[in-house]
């Protein structure tokens, strides 16, 4: 084998540097990667749909949001902020009574990989810790913010018997869209992943990590309105955080 010339070394080793880097941005950022390790992301059947709701507890919003999930018996699930979460323990633990599934959001909603093992380690385990202590079940469902994950980020969740749940529809409802724009948007999101023979896990934000009391009425007026315009087919699932993964 002969020696590389070194300009072509170094632009080969370039090169690679930069396919390492666009390949770790893919496993840190893209919501359906499993690079670092296997997260969750949609339910296998079409007609399954898996609402899920982040940043919460929010009593601007979360009171009304489960009145329109009750009217229509919709079973939902809420990854809390665990700050938030003990500020408003009364709401978080109305939000389990009325079945919901419940899962770990961080304490205070960093992006994760930019931390060291030791912070990620505690911003989870001592959310984990507030939502049992207030709830008095384990918590089985971890939600990395903003879809961050790395390595470590999955060391911690594995020790902590969590499953990563992502998602496969995020419709930009914490940005001021219109109700008509979330809801054309989550429309069109769930017709695209039944062509794709998938069902969909959408990420709905009925809280905001700026603080308690966010406007996101918008968000749960689409939500009414796309229950009322579902498919009578449709399933609605939760994450289980067991061997059968929704349910
Ligand atoms: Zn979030």
Redesign the pocket.
């Given at each position: 084998m002969s020696l590389s010339h070194p300009l072509t070394t170094t632009a080969s080793l370039l090169a690679l540097a930069a396919v390492g880097a666009a390949t770790t941005a893919y496993g840190v950022m893209y919501p359906e990667s499993q690079l670092f390790g296997s997260s969750l992301v949609a339910p296998p059947l079409p007609n399954q749909l898996a609402l899920t709701f982040?940043?919460g507890p929010n009593p601007a919003a979360t009171p009304r949001l489960l009145e329109v999930l009750a009217r229509r018996k919709v079973r939902a699930t809420f990854?809390l902020?665990g700050n938030f979460v003990r500020l408003e323990p009364a709401l978080t633990r109305e939000i389990a009574a009325a079945g919901h599934a419940i899962g770990n959001?961080t304490m205070s909603?960093p992006f994760l990989p930019k931390h060291s093992a030791a912070r990620i380690l505690s911003e989870i385990a001592d959310a984990n810790a507030v939502l049992e202590d207030t709830l008095g079940t384990p918590i089985t469902l971890f939600?990395p913010?903003?879809g961050g994950r790395s390595p470590a980020v999955f060391r911690a969740a594995r020790s902590l018997n969590l499953q990563v749940v992502q998602w496969n529809l995020i419709v930009g409802d914490w940005k001021d869209a219109s109700v008509d724009t979330i809801l054309s948007r989550l429309e069109n999101g769930i017709v695209r992943n039944h062509l794709r023979r998938r069902g969909t896990n959408v990420?709905l934000?009925d809280?905001?990590?700026a603080g308690l009391g966010q406007p996101r009425l918008k968000t749960v007026e689409a939500v009414h309105l796309l229950l009322d315009r579902l498919p009578p087919d449709t399933a609605f699932v939760t994450p289980t955080g067991g061997t059968a993964l929704w349910g």
């Open positions: 982040d940043d990854f902020i959001h909603h939600r913010p903003h990420v934000h809280g905001g990590q």
